[in-house]
């Protein structure tokens, strides 16, 4: 007999709580009981699992006594009202929000640090990344075999899905109507996104940072454990359905051999580095696919020790849903 | 009488050709007879000027001893096969093509290096740069009051339109066909340009840049006379049918005085700086203008000499015609 787990998906109607159930499924998670979990608003609906329709229930109302691992979905909010309940009840949790401090539940990719895994302790609370930090963590902890990066700068060009359905919907109706000659009003994102850059995905700070911006700079420091790292992140909103394209140009210590750093990239997990001549996109490449995509590989133009270079991932599914069931793998092996 | 010159506009059916001949117009440039050139395809064309229509020429045929002044905006084969002639009849030239010499042909922004206009001789030849590097210098150069720049990273995220008329009619293709969810075969980009980040605008050297990325950097190492300047240039394709938007990270010597710096932008020439709560995109701001908008200026998350800030701006318009038609008025106050 074959140990299963009863689990609970909150957030389960959003797009990264269904993209979770089809990888729980895909990845023949040893799944008991799958409770598919959101807000009141949602109760009704259903997802679907091994092809049955699992019925959507309120969160508010959920025993999570009733389960064993906990996937958080549903924004920070949401984790912030539940976890205590589930922590109290003894579920494994992983959270995907991101609001969690890191001594508590500390930020693990597998391919970057799966040693964390090795000294928790119960609570067994873990926090899947951003996607941005999922995809530039796997190609900079490939790269820390043969470089040393002192300095990170990122423009990270963001599509509309990380607003989850409604950043999907609104991209359309705007192009739809643009294309057809007619006036809008924006109803998300403040202003005409379709055929538009937006300089950044979210209110600012006082000091002008957004908390996605912050939040990958600490990601990155601790999923590499390099507390002194100098990072420079900046988060754009582009008119673009399904995908993160991060474009990266790094510092190191040494002048670079390009060959070298373009076989590690070829030999790591989880990626795939596109030849010279070509190069990858979101649309035709990364989307749908597990593969973190890495082209543009260069030196600088002005300093022979600057490694320029070109990601695109899925923002859903490999930045979210793989890595959070990935975590929920590591949880089990380790500890039930 | 005021005086009046004679010019010739080399490409003068494409969209920087016409918002030149636009410009030319609205700044009261004392012109007198206008030539319209461009190749065989585009003859019996006109373009509008002063309410009249200028009937469009074959360039091949061209006697450049009618005029005084040739602006070359038809790419650089263009104006590598006729500048021989505009300068052998003694015409003052800018070329927006940017494949001339820089000992023979400065790049000057006025805004910037207008210095160079003091030293010139004939045959009296200028390079507007490209828009990225008219938009950037601005920005540097209004910086380097209050601070002193070593290191530039820039994503700069391109309209279609710098791919001319066709980049725009290929992008609207793409998108209605897809919203009808009709197949189609690219026919421009080599791929899915709607709803799609592109890594690169044209084919890369054997290193791995672009030439326009090349061009860049090297553009603004010699506007601000700093040849010892880092560029880590990424020109990256968008979806977007006018307007650049730049993604800059600038490293400095010292911790930023952030007011001072946004003080010094909000009084700078051909700048306009927008407060804190708010940032200025391509649609809405930047395209149809006259100044470049500059957003989100902040200090590092990690470093406070680090200077991260976002700029729109209408690369046809302010990043070419525009500048064209400044250096060629300047040309004439000096030389004429």
Redesign the interface.
């Known amino acids: 007999m074959t140990a299963s787990y009863d689990v609970a998906v909150i957030g389960a109607t959003g797009s990264v709580g269904e993209a979770l159930v089809q990888v729980l499924e895909e990845r023949r998670f040893p799944l008991g009981t799958l409770h598919a979990l959101a807000g009141a608003e949602s109760v009704g609906q259903t997802v679907s699992y091994k092809g049955r329709n699992v019925r959507v229930r309120e969160m508010q109302t959920f025993d999570f006594s009733s389960v064993q691992l906990v996937f958080f979905a549903a924004g920070q909010e949401a984790t912030a009202a539940y976890i205590d309940q589930a922590r109290a009840a003894g579920c494994m949790i992983i959270d995907l929000a991101g609001g969690l401090p890191s001594d508590q539940a500390p930020r693990v990719v597998p391919e970057v640090n799966s040693q964390v895994l090795e000294n928790l302790s119960a609570p067994y609370v873990l926090t899947s990344p951003s996607s941005i930090s999922v995809a530039l963590g796997c190609v900079l902890a490939a790269l820390a075999k043969t470089i040393a990066v002192e300095r990170i ?1 990122l ?1 990270a ?1 963001l599509a509309v899905s990380s607003r989850g359905r409604e950043g999907v919907r609104e ?2 109706r705007q ?2 109507e643009l ?1 057809n000659g007619r006036a809008f009003e924006p109803q998300l994102f403040g ?2 996104m379709a ?6 995905v979210e ?2 700070d006082g ?3 957004g908390a996605l ?2 939040r990958v ?1 600490n990601e990155l420091k601790e999923l590499l454990a390099q507390p002194t ?6 988060c ?1 909103q ?4 399904f995908g993160d ?1 991060l ?1 990266v ?1 790094l510092q190191t210590t040494k002048t670079l051999d ?1 060959a070298k750093v373009c076989d590690v990239l070829q030999h790591a997990p989880a990626l795939e580095c596109v030849e ?2 070509d ?6 490449d990364a989307v749908g696919q597990d593969l973190i995509y890495v ?9 022979p020790a ?1 490694l ?1 270079l ?1 990601i ?1 991932s899925d923002n859903v599914r490999k930045g979210a849903a793989i890595n959070a069931v990935q975590l929920a793998e590591l949880l089990i092996k380790h500890y039930l």
């Open positions: 700068n423009t060009c991209l359309a192009t739809a294309l202003r005409q055929f538009n850059m937006l300089a950044e209110a600012s000091q002008g940072h911006e912050k700079a790292l100098k990072a420079s992140i900046n754009i582009a008119p673009v359905f394209s474009s140009s390009i010279f001549e190069y990858p996109t979101v649309v035709g082209g543009r590989v260069r030196a600088g133009i002005d300093d600057e320029n070109w695109a």
